[in-house]
């Protein structure tokens, strides 16, 4: 029995020997307070600096269509062709009435002539080569006039052409060949400008939203089922002045955003607050019958100390799990 005893105490010690030198080697974690940014998802919607609209500039009927939606257009690009038939009669009717004009310019250019060389032989009064001059210019201002209408008639022809108003993208093309439009309406509206995200907060966010603030934006077509999966870095550039229907309205441009479809919606994580918490690194964990155990370094030596946890967080690039309760600023939590 004696020898027995000597056994366990043996083992005992041992055992006390090596927990003692696992304490002396392990490391140790001051728990400090650490401030961080709370982030919060909502859905922001793609929207164009700007839309404008192609419009035709003469009535008529359109001939031709020459883009589709989503087609990339240059300023000035033919969109469509608006055909006024009565414009072909009108142009005839111009060449017509400029021929006659010259017909009888010819003749009173002959008439006056006549009336100067009458007048030099003296068989004619001066009042004749009066009126014959007065004849001529009279005809000669008709054909600038008849030539100036014609080339009325030939710019609205020209203006059949609907032109894009400026480079983007077709958003729709309300028109297909053969309908019938008026002076005025669209042919087509054209997103211009760089595309931005629109955000609509409520208005318990409107004094932390700050222009200038880095805003994560989602991969596309992710949810808040799926989670958010972070795909590229914005910035909040206009934080707009009014509450409408209780939203503050903020703007976040992001670079390489043309491909998205406007009015689109995806998810942006955007800092909303700021919060003070105690982390400790991952390791310092451990569990025990489903209950968390931090390590922690007291005047009476190391003590197990059950542990609430928060989320994940990042202080100083350096992974932590927050703790919500069963720690203080300033302990020793000893790591394995």
């Not at 670079?255 to 390791?283: H, Q």
Request: net charge negative.
């Amino acid at each position: 029995m004696r020898t027995m005893l000597s056994a366990l105490t043996n083992i005992l010690l041992i055992g006390a020997a090596g927990f003692v030198a696992a304490d002396a080697g392990a490391a140790e974690f001051i728990v400090k307070a650490s401030t961080v940014t709370e982030m919060k998802a909502v859905y922001g919607q793609v929207e164009s600096r700007a839309i404008l609209p192609a419009r035709a500039r003469i009535s008529g009927t359109v001939s031709s269509v020459r883009v589709s939606e989503g087609a990339q257009v240059g300023k000035g690009d033919v969109i469509a062709t608006v055909v006024d038939d009565k414009l072909a009669l009108q142009l005839r009717a111009a060449d017509a009435k400029i021929a006659a004009l010259d017909s009888q310019l010819d003749s009173a250019r002959v008439d006056l002539q006549r009336a100067q060389d009458l007048l030099a032989k003296g068989a004619a009064a001066q009042s004749r080569v009066d009126a014959a001059k007065t004849q001529f210019d009279v005809v000669t201002n008709q054909l600038a006039a008849a030539i100036a209408e014609k080339a009325v008639i030939e710019q609205s022809t020209r203006e059949g052409d609907v032109l894009a108003p400026a480079d983007g993208r077709v958003l729709t093309v309300p028109v297909a060949a053969g309908s019938v439009i008026m002076a005025g309406e669209p042919a087509a509206r054209v997103a211009s400008g760089q595309y931005y995200l629109r955000l609509s907060l409520p208005e318990r966010h409107a004094v932390e939203i700050t222009e200038g603030a880095r805003v994560d934006i989602g991969e596309r077509g992710t949810g808040t089922n799926a989670g958010f999966v972070k795909a590229s870095e914005g910035r909040i550039a206009k934080v707009y002045p009014e509450i409408e229907n209780g939203r503050v309205i903020a703007d976040v441009e992001v670079a390489d955003i043309g491909t998205y479809f406007v009015n689109e919606r995806t998810l942006v994580s955007i800092p909303v607050a700021k919060r003070t918490m105690l982390g400790v690194p991952p390791e310092a964990l451990r569990i025990v019958h489903g209950i968390d155990y931090v390590t922690v370094e007291t005047a009476d030596g190391p003590l197990e100390v059950a542990v609430v946890l928060g989320g994940e967080f990042q202080d100083a690039g350096q992974p932590r799990i927050e703790i919500l309760s069963g720690l203080a600023d300033g302990d020793k939590v000893i790591l394995p």
